[in-house]
């Protein structure tokens, strides 16, 4: 999970030295406030103390499970930013951005038994409308694209459902899952599901997880997690020119090859080496977008 680690300093070291405003994701219809009055999930006591998410709570308070936790929400640091901005823009809570720490721990690279693909856990078949997969590129390891499909999915979801925990329920089992099993058994919360049989063994635990972290790394001082949203980056996209390699743009940018490839994992070795067929679209850290300044001559 998470950087090379051989890389690893070299990377953060360009990486947080941002000043750069983020480029804008769409802007929707926000979600209706009634449901998501201060911007957030209300998940309340009686979730928390529920032996489901309890169980949970006591794995992730674990020193094992502490050490874990910080380990994701630093390898998250870098799209943090990215991800708060779409969110907004989607009129989605905050607290969603805990959907990727249970999908992935925010590794791009990540891989289920299934073919589920990117932080955001995309499968080839549920995206190949909206998200480029071809022998050059597979965006769903594009952080950048695939938040804007997350958001997408997890608005859909809730519109599908007007419940978040159904929502999120939803973005694991799928949304006709969820939906025959509420009218199997006539339940109208995840809580009535879950004393069911009609969800998979995955999802039956995806949502406790969720609950689980996001209410310890909301009290991250709490539980001596170090939670430093305000140093994440900012990310802008810069077009580069068919058959561009990655030697090209680094000679000509100063920014080494190795660090371009960790700031764009979606590019397959032939695109790194030779560049695309059509113009494309990279992602840069902050400060360093104006060093792709020629580029726009």
């Given at each position: 999970?998470?950087?090379n680690k051989?890389r690893r300093?070299?990377?953060?070291a360009?990486?947080?030295a941002?000043?750069v405003?983020?480029?804008?994701a769409?802007?929707?219809?926000?979600?209706?406030?009634?449901?998501?009055?201060d911007?957030?999930?209300?998940?309340?006591?009686?979730?928390v103390?529920?032996?489901?998410v309890?169980a949970?709570?006591?794995?992730?308070?674990?020193p094992?499970g502490?050490?874990?936790?910080?380990n994701?929400?630093n390898?998250?640091l870098?799209y943090?930013?990215?991800?708060?901005?779409?969110?907004?823009?989607y009129?989605?809570?905050?607290?969603?951005?805990?959907?990727a720490?249970?999908?992935?721990?925010?590794?791009?690279?990540?891989?289920?038994?299934?073919?589920?693909?990117?932080?955001?856990?995309f499968?080839?078949?549920?995206?190949?409308?909206?998200?480029?997969i071809?022998s050059?590129i597979?965006?769903?390891?594009?952080?950048?694209?695939?938040?804007?499909?997350a958001a997408?999915?997890?608005r859909?979801n809730?519109?599908?459902?007007?419940?978040w925990?159904?929502?999120?329920?939803?973005?694991?089992a799928?949304?006709g899952?969820i939906?025959r099993?509420l009218?199997?058994?006539?339940?109208?919360?995840?809580?009535?599901?879950l004393?069911t049989?009609?969800?998979?063994d995955?999802?039956?635990?995806?949502?406790?997880?969720?609950?689980?972290?996001?209410y310890l790394?909301?009290?991250?001082?709490?539980?001596?997690?170090?939670?430093?949203?305000?140093q994440?980056?900012?990310?802008r996209?810069v077009a580069?020119p068919?058959r561009?390699?990655?030697?090209?743009?680094?000679e000509?940018?100063?920014?080494?090859?190795?660090?371009?490839?960790?700031w764009?994992?979606?590019?397959?070795?032939s695109?790194?080496?030779s560049g695309?067929?059509?113009t494309?679209?990279i992602?840069?850290?902050?400060?360093?977008?104006?060093r792709?300044?020629?580029?726009s001559?």
């Amino acid at each position: 999970m998470g950087w090379n680690k051989i890389r690893r300093s070299t990377v953060i070291a360009l990486l947080f030295a941002s000043t750069v405003t983020v480029a804008a994701a769409p802007v929707v219809q926000p979600l209706p406030t009634r449901h998501v009055p201060d911007g957030t999930i209300d998940i309340g006591k009686d979730a928390v103390s529920h032996p489901s998410v309890h169980a949970y709570l006591e794995e992730y308070r674990s020193p094992a499970g502490l050490r874990g936790l910080q380990n994701s929400l630093n390898d998250g640091l870098p799209y943090w930013r990215h991800i708060e901005t779409v969110f907004h823009e989607y009129g989605l809570p905050k607290q969603l951005v805990y959907v990727a720490l249970i999908e992935s721990g925010f590794d791009p690279h990540a891989v289920s038994r299934s073919g589920a693909v990117g932080i955001w856990q995309f499968m080839d078949h549920s995206v190949e409308d909206w998200m480029i997969i071809n022998s050059e590129i597979d965006e769903r390891r594009d952080f950048y694209r695939s938040t804007i499909g997350a958001a997408e999915k997890l608005r859909h979801n809730y519109l599908v459902f007007n419940d978040w925990l159904l929502a999120i329920a939803a973005y694991n089992a799928g949304v006709g899952h969820i939906r025959r099993a509420l009218e199997e058994t006539g339940s109208s919360t995840y809580w009535d599901l879950l004393g069911t049989d009609t969800l998979p063994d995955q999802t039956r635990s995806y949502v406790p997880r969720f609950i689980a972290v996001s209410y310890l790394a909301g009290r991250a001082g709490r539980y001596g997690l170090i939670h430093s949203r305000n140093q994440s980056p900012e990310w802008r996209r810069v077009a580069v020119p068919p058959r561009t390699g990655f030697s090209y743009l680094s000679e000509r940018s100063g920014i080494p090859p190795s660090v371009l490839m960790e700031w764009n994992p979606q590019f397959h070795p032939s695109a790194v080496r030779s560049g695309t067929e059509t113009t494309t679209y990279i992602n840069v850290s902050g400060a360093y977008f104006e060093r792709f300044d020629w580029l726009s001559d």
